[in-house]
């Protein structure tokens, strides 16, 4: 018999009737522990031979099965309770599957993705570059070149800018082979100049020693002051041609003061003139470093790229005093071999030096335009139809060690008209802030007379009239050697210098934004302090 005790709720019940034992029913109920707030399905069998109250039963967990086979009972508790328990079980072991984010983080050398595994964002390197031992001895080569690539990436950090031209590395190679080469020079000067004060010898004299050092130093800087004074425009116009003589002046005092133990009477002298030479290369070094600086620093890094050319400068020439005293005690045994070193090093140390100097200054490509760099420009522009770059002009300008440029036939000379060389013909306009004019390049005795092209400024002339004067001018040297004689050049002057002016004007703004476009910086054009100095004016002006 079958039975609903409490058909105004929702609870199932199934009992069992004895009608010879007629009792109390007792139920028993099997309640889900998971399911007690939703309802409270209870199987229980009914034994009337046990009079006395029912205890409910409680089991957990319990397989939501009826005893009855009524299908419309059984199913309908099958269906309700398996349905809750399977989408409980599916909450808990659903797996939450990462999820890799689209964004890249770079640090260094070292690459991050972000990962949202469901819970968390976290951020993960994806060479995974872990270690541990099992990894270690499996991928032992891998391993190796890892710690190299990391020991590599640390140095770099340490020695170089992050964002440099792509000229720097070999301009620092060959700074290395320099600082090098000289910091051990000046060991080996240090260590004679010492040998002849007397310094370790009981008859030297420590006051007289101390007074000629120090004089020495005061005679150096101020030939130092002078030096900067009178070449300080050259810093600017002629820096490579500059800094090579400098250092080169630098190693010829380095061999002065090796010659002082040979001469210790003449030592104040001596280390005198030597300190003056050392005093002028370190002035121009100073003065220079910062426009080599600038040609680097690609980002607007300056005080970066200098911060490290420090660094550089500290461990290069501790490399050098390391070599020079591993030579010195190389040769500690033998007194007569280690006071010739210095002369025997000498030679070796100096051709190292200038050939890194020489070699570093070839990858410093400056963006500033001077008249020498403009005028190359210029000329690549009307002869081949596009304008180098910076990397090409250097190349074409190199160190300049003779002063050759302006020499030639035909060159382009900013000034003003020196009363010693005749002027051949002037072309002289009020509208235009300069003016160009044909001069003698040789004296009046020789047969062949050699002629140059003349542009003189006027006063407040611009960055753009110096550049619309040097294209004129171009154009006007281009039409001479058209000419083929200098007889020719003086009938058809005042034609060359309209024709000149026109092609200038059609042509300047298209020269002006390629010259924009290739880096050169174009808001001053650096003169020397001789074609600055001298401009004309008008009365009315």
Same mark, same amino acid.
């Given at each position: 018999?079958?039975?609903?005790?409490?058909?105004?709720?929702?609870?199932?019940?199934?009992?069992?009737?004895?009608?010879?034992?007629?009792?109390?029913?007792?139920?028993?109920?099997?309640?889900?522990?998971?399911?007690?707030?939703?309802?409270?399905?209870?199987?229980?069998?009914?034994?009337?031979?046990?009079?006395?109250?029912?205890?409910?039963?409680?089991?957990?967990?319990?397989?939501?099965?009826?005893?009855?086979?009524?299908?419309?009972?059984?199913?309908?508790?099958?269906?309700?309770?398996?349905?809750?328990?399977?989408?409980?079980?599916?909450?808990?072991?659903?797996?939450?599957?990462?999820?890799?984010?689209?964004?890249?983080?770079?640090?260094?050398?070292?690459?991050?993705?972000?990962?949202?595994?469901?819970?968390?964002?976290?951020?993960?390197?994806?060479?995974?570059?872990?270690?541990?031992?099992?990894?270690?001895?499996?991928?032992?080569?891998?391993?190796?070149?890892?710690?190299?690539?990391?020991?590599?990436?640390?140095?770099?950090?340490?020695?170089?800018?992050?964002?440099?031209?792509?000229?720097?590395?070999?301009?620092?190679?060959?700074?290395?082979?320099?600082?090098?080469?000289?910091?051990?020079?000046?060991?080996?000067?240090?260590? /004679?100049?010492?040998? %002849?004060?007397?310094?370790?010898?009981? *008859? =030297?004299?420590?006051? $007289?020693?101390? !007074?000629?050092? &120090?004089?020495?130093?005061?005679?150096?800087?101020?030939?130092?002051?002078?030096?900067?004074?009178?070449?300080?425009?050259?810093?600017?116009?002629?820096?490579?041609?500059?800094?090579?003589?400098?250092?080169?002046?630098?190693?010829?005092?380095?061999?002065?003061?090796?010659?002082?133990?040979?001469?210790?009477?003449?030592?104040?002298?001596?280390?005198?003139?030597?300190?003056?030479?050392?005093?002028?290369?370190? /002035?121009?070094?100073? %003065?220079?470093?910062?426009?080599?600086? *600038? =040609?680097?620093?690609? $980002?607007?890094? !300056?005080?970066? &790229?200098?911060?490290?050319?420090?660094?550089?400068?500290?461990?290069?020439?501790?490399?050098?005093?390391?070599?020079?005293?591993?030579?010195?005690?190389?040769?500690?045994?033998?007194?007569?071999?280690?006071?010739?070193?210095?002369?025997?090093?000498?030679?070796?140390?100096?051709?190292?030096?200038?050939?890194?100097?020489?070699?570093?200054?070839?990858?410093?490509?400056?963006?500033?335009?001077?008249?020498?760099?403009?005028?190359?420009?210029?000329?690549?522009?009307?002869?081949?139809?596009?304008?180098?770059?910076?990397?090409?002009?250097?190349?074409?300008?190199?160190?300049?060690?003779?002063?050759?440029?302006?020499?030639?036939?035909?060159?382009?000379?900013?000034?003003?008209?020196?009363?010693?060389?005749?002027?051949?013909?002037?072309?002289?306009?009020?509208?235009?802030?300069?003016?160009?004019?044909?001069?003698?390049?040789?004296?009046?005795?020789?047969?062949?007379?050699?002629?140059?092209?003349?542009?003189?400024?006027?006063?407040?002339?611009?960055?753009?009239?110096?550049?619309?004067?040097?294209?004129?001018?171009?154009?006007?040297?281009?039409?001479?050697?058209?000419?083929?004689?200098?007889?020719?050049?003086?009938?058809?002057?005042?034609?060359?210098?309209?024709?000149?002016?026109?092609?200038?004007?059609?042509?300047?703004?298209?020269?002006?934004?390629?010259?924009?476009?290739?880096?050169?910086?174009?808001?001053?054009?650096?003169?020397?302090?001789?074609?600055?100095?001298?401009?004309?004016?008008?009365?009315?002006?």
């Amino acid at each position: 018999m079958q039975s609903n005790l409490y058909p105004s709720t929702n609870t199932h019940s199934c009992f069992s009737w004895n009608p010879h034992k007629p009792h109390i029913p007792t139920p028993k109920v099997a309640i889900h522990n998971k399911l007690k707030t939703s309802f409270n399905p209870a199987c229980f069998s009914w034994i009337p031979d046990k009079p006395h109250l029912s205890k409910p039963k409680i089991n957990t967990p319990v397989k939501l099965k009826t005893s009855i086979n009524s299908p419309g009972v059984s199913n309908s508790l099958k269906t309700s309770l398996t349905f809750e328990e399977e989408k409980l079980n599916n909450q808990e072991a659903t797996p939450t599957v990462p999820i890799y984010l689209r964004v890249l983080v770079s640090n260094s050398d070292s690459h991050f993705r972000y990962i949202w595994d469901g819970k968390d964002l976290k951020l993960v390197s994806i060479e995974g570059n872990t270690f541990s031992l099992s990894n270690f001895y499996s991928n032992f080569e891998d391993t190796v070149q890892k710690l190299v690539n990391i020991c590599v990436s640390a140095i770099r950090n340490f020695f170089l800018p992050r964002e440099v031209s792509h000229n720097y590395l070999e301009y620092v190679k060959w700074r290395f082979v320099h600082r090098v080469s000289s910091s051990a020079l000046q060991v080996l000067a240090t260590q /004679a100049m010492l040998r %002849a004060i007397g310094i370790g010898n009981s *008859r =030297s004299l420590p006051s $007289a020693a101390a !007074l000629n050092w &120090v004089l020495k130093d005061g005679l150096g800087r101020l030939s130092r002051c002078i030096y900067t004074a009178s070449l300080a425009s050259s810093f600017d116009t002629n820096l490579k041609r500059v800094r090579f003589w400098t250092s080169v002046l630098f190693s010829l005092s380095i061999g002065v003061e090796l010659l002082t133990p040979v001469f210790p009477q003449y030592f104040l002298i001596l280390a005198s003139i030597a300190n003056i030479a050392k005093q002028i290369s370190l /002035a121009c070094y100073l %003065a220079t470093s910062t426009a080599v600086h *600038r =040609s680097f620093a690609i $980002a607007d890094n !300056l005080g970066e &790229v200098s911060a490290k050319e420090q660094i550089q400068t500290v461990c290069f020439d501790n490399l050098g005093l390391m070599l020079a005293a591993a030579l010195n005690i190389l040769f500690a045994n033998n007194p007569s071999l280690q006071a010739g070193l210095p002369f025997v090093m000498y030679p070796v140390f100096s051709v190292l030096d200038l050939f890194g100097i020489y070699q570093g200054l070839k990858h410093v490509h400056l963006q500033t335009l001077t008249k020498d760099r403009l005028d190359i420009i210029i000329s690549m522009w009307i002869q081949q139809g596009f304008v180098p770059s910076p990397e090409e002009v250097s190349k074409q300008e190199g160190i300049g060690l003779f002063w050759s440029r302006g020499r030639e036939p035909w060159s382009i000379r900013i000034g003003w008209l020196n009363p010693r060389r005749r002027t051949a013909k002037l072309s002289l306009n009020s509208e235009d802030f300069y003016f160009l004019s044909l001069e003698s390049l040789t004296s009046e005795l020789k047969r062949n007379q050699e002629y140059g092209v003349l542009l003189c400024l006027r006063e407040g002339a611009g960055t753009t009239d110096v550049i619309r004067g040097l294209l004129h001018a171009s154009y006007v040297r281009k039409g001479i050697e058209a000419c083929g004689s200098s007889s020719a050049v003086l009938k058809q002057w005042f034609n060359l210098v309209e024709d000149g002016k026109r092609l200038t004007e059609q042509n300047l703004s298209l020269l002006y934004e390629q010259v924009l476009s290739l880096g050169w910086t174009c808001k001053n054009i650096l003169l020397s302090t001789q074609e600055q100095a001298h401009r004309y004016s008008f009365i009315t002006d």
